[in-house]
């Protein structure tokens, strides 16, 4: 069983295309913390009930974090956006706030790169490696929320002590609750202290195992 967060067809020709026709005159690979930044035709990777994943031409990838009134439901994965914001950094990770984001296009598919795989053996690595864009990663484990039932976890497949969190995810996770799935999104910023170490990814894919 599989949950498709996009409810659209993948195709890689679709996303290629998209990628070859856009112009933006800046790039998330050129940002800097504390700069007023503009994007052109961006494509919509991801979205959270706070804001959305986008990419560029040069395919690197940045969280725009809209805040707690984002209208999430405005955007859909693969529209083409452009969006102007402040840089910032947020828990050692490049993050554009205050946003105005302005769809140039809807587009009906888009495809994913092949993600990252994270397992308790490389967790501890990759959250060290001082990314500071987005990256696309994927892990299997079991799907727990937290006490109040409005945070959702994976916790990764032989550790208690590794998790990556679902932020803000924009579908009803319940019916997977204590399934062991595989998910795959985009890597937004480091959570956890002491000992326990969270991930916490923008959700674009469930596959229960």
Known sequence: MCLNVMNKLVTIFCFISLLATSCSKESIDSMKVGDYTNLEECIIMAKTRRGIVI??????????????????????????VD?????????????????????????????????????????MDFMNSGKMTSE?????????????????????????TYELELEFPVHDL????????????????????????VLKIALTQLYIR
């Open 55 to 80: 990419t560029d031409r040069s395919q690197k990838s940045v969280y725009v974090y809209g805040g707690p009134d984002f209208n999430y439901q405005d955007y859909d994965v693969s529209d083409v």
């Open 83 to 123: 969006v102007s914001a402040g840089v910032t950094l947020y828990n050692g990770m490049i993050e554009l706030q205050n946003p105005d984001i302005r769809v140039v296009s809807r587009n009906t598919s888009v495809s994913y790169p092949l993600p990252l795989s994270i397992d308790k053996y490389n967790f």
């Open 174 to 197: 319940r019916d997977y609750l204590g399934q062991n799935v595989t998910v795959s999104g985009y890597y937004l910023f480091p959570g956890g202290t002491g000992d326990y170490k």
């Open 136 to 160: 696309y990663i994927s892990c299997y484990g079991r799907l727990v929320t937290d006490n109040n039932g409005a945070r959702y976890f994976v916790k990764l497949d032989g550790t208690d």
